[in-house]
């Protein structure tokens, strides 16, 4: 059950430690990238089963663990302040304009997948026709693509029931209890000349409802993000799990990268006009 609403005081530093942590975990996604990268050419110049096993298995555990703490990590925050993490200063507004229910639409995985496979199907086909397999995401069985199909379409059978459920709690921001107690607020802030503060208790009350429905469903979609990432990686060879992590993480680190320049830079545009 979600506390009542922070200070503002509490709300920041809530954000600013968040914020933190966040761009830790970043700088050790991308040292995971680094070792997912040297790790996949170590196996295409070997090409054995006992190198998959030996050195891809206990790194993809390591990436589903780093995971596995980004969202514990979030839960807690989500409890503390729900409203800043769905809204979350940290990323970019590039970023933000792509998220749903505060991170990744978890469907967009599957987008990934077959965009890399696309990539490394085409040239490398000649190889494929001649019998010769790629062991990477270009290489995926019919059995492997029928997994991931079903996959796809049951993830996103629960996006959409997230989806409605957020629209149910955001339509709540404008049922009767708020609509009189806006009312009244109003009415006594035009009699006493008064600013904020005025039942203050009752408007904490009427928020924190809200705000307990909003971290279920946002707890909720971190789940989905998260379990999406695991069903798909179990579906996938060692081999090819490394080549979709690699991919998850240059996509992640790079828009968010862009997303910081253009923010920096608009905000450079908007102090200096004559430029």
């Known amino acids: 059950m979600a506390p009542a609403l922070m200070s503002r005081n509490g709300v920041e530093e809530n954000d600013n430690t968040f914020h933190k942590f966040f761009e830790t975990w970043?700088?050790?996604?991308?040292?995971?990238?680094?070792?997912?990268?040297?790790?996949?050419r170590?196996?295409?110049k070997d090409n054995n089963i006992v190198v998959e096993e030996r050195v891809l298995v206990p790194l993809i555990e390591r990436v589903i663990q780093h995971y596995e703490g980004y969202y514990g990590e979030k839960s807690k925050y989500t409890e503390e302040d729900v409203f800043g993490m769905l809204n979350p200063t940290w990323r970019s507004n590039l970023e933000g304009a792509f998220l749903w229910i505060g991170g990744w639409r978890p469907s967009m995985a599957f987008h990934l997948l077959y965009s890399k496979s696309g990539l490394q199907f085409e040239p490398r086909l000649p190889q494929l026709i001649r019998?010769?397999?790629t062991g990477d995401l270009g290489d995926?069985?019919?059995?492997?693509?029928?997994?991931v199909d079903e996959l796809q379409k049951k993830t996103i059978r629960e996006e959409k029931d997230s989806s409605e459920k957020l629209a149910k709690v955001q339509e709540t921001v404008a049922d009767a209890s708020m609509v009189e107690l806006s009312h009244v607020v109003t009415q006594l802030m035009m009699i006493s000349g008064g600013g904020g503060g005025i039942l203050e208790e009752e408007v904490e009350a009427n928020?924190?409802?809200?705000e307990e429905g909003l971290v279920i469903i946002l707890q909720k979609a971190d789940n989905l993000?998260?379990?999406t990432l695991k069903e798909i990686l179990a579906i996938l060879?060692?081999?090819?799990?490394?080549?979709?992590?690699?991919?998850?993480a240059e996509l992640h680190l790079r828009l968010h990268e862009w997303g910081k320049k253009k923010d920096a830079a608009t905000l450079y545009s908007d102090a200096n006009p004559e430029f």
């Open 26 to 40: 970043l700088a050790e996604q991308n040292q995971e990238l680094k070792e997912l990268v040297s790790a996949s």
């Open 42 to 44: 170590d196996v295409s």
């Open 131 to 133: 019998g010769i397999t």
């Open 140 to 147: 995926l069985s019919p059995d492997q693509i029928s997994k």
């Open 207 to 210: 928020l924190a409802t809200k």
């Open 225 to 227: 993000r998260l379990n």
């Open 237 to 248: 060879t060692p081999t090819q799990a490394i080549h979709f992590l690699i991919a998850a």
